[in-house]
């Protein structure tokens, strides 16, 4: 169970606060695949980093099976980060090295500092990663560059990755919102596999409200940093999306803020190149 507990952070704009995430509560099991929506701005992407500890909460708590995750530091707090592997919209894999190696570099990650500056991979690594790429369907391209596979095929690799961290928790920002419609499908099936076979405890932000109904047990809506709707996909109906909103087409809106999100899709590839 990840227990989150009145967690808020805010950041420091021009001398005035910023609140991004605002006494959010919420009560994960493990094994739940949960979809958060919400406009650009929501608090979305600093909720996954507060949970991950990349961002430091300005108030509440986090535990992970009662473990305190707010509390810890050090070797700790790497052993955490491990656990909760983290997949970008811009996929953010090694684009000159082969996806075989970028697989690697999770099972190097979960090995801690020492390893990972050695880059020595172990037996066990290869092999891990080797499986994980079946799953993916990506054995073809094990020894291909990652810069030159296709979009969908990259973010396939990064879950690969993801797996060979061993993860409890996989938390996605925005994983598809890069793809078009057929590899989106793919990425979306791939987390929703890994969820229901491993029992892999999935949070994944989303921009289009249709793929958290798809996909997800649970739909959390926040806007201005609060959760304004926490339950079944069933139970976010119109109507109360219209209430929540005060508007009819979330998608509308959306979509609209997922054009003047920071990084272009386009631009993320070109980095990689
Ligand atoms: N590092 C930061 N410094 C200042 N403000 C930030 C920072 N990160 C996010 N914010 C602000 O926090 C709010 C929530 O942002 P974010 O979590 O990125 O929302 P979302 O992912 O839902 O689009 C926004 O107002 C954003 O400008
Ligand atoms: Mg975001």
Known sequence: MLRIERLSKSFSRDGAPVVAVQDVTLDIPKGQMVGIIGRSGAGKSTLLRLLNRLAEPSAGRISHDGENVTALSGRELRAWRARCAMIFQQFNLVGRLDVMTNVMLGGLFRAGTVASLLKRFTEENRIEAIHALMRLDLVDQALQRADTLSGGQQQRVAIARALAQRPSIIL???????????NAARVMEALRQINQDDGITVICNLHTLDTARTYCDRIVAM??????FDGAPSALTTARLHE?????????????????????????IAVNA
Do not use: H, M, N, W
């Open 172 to 182: 996605a920002d925005e994983p598809i919102a890069s793809l078009d419609p057929r």
């Open 244 to 268: 929540i909103y005060g508007v009819d087409g979330i998608e509308e809106q959306i979509d609209e803020t997922i054009t003047s999100t920071s990084v272009p899709p386009r631009v993320a």
């Open 223 to 228: 806007a201005q940093g609060r959760v304004v």
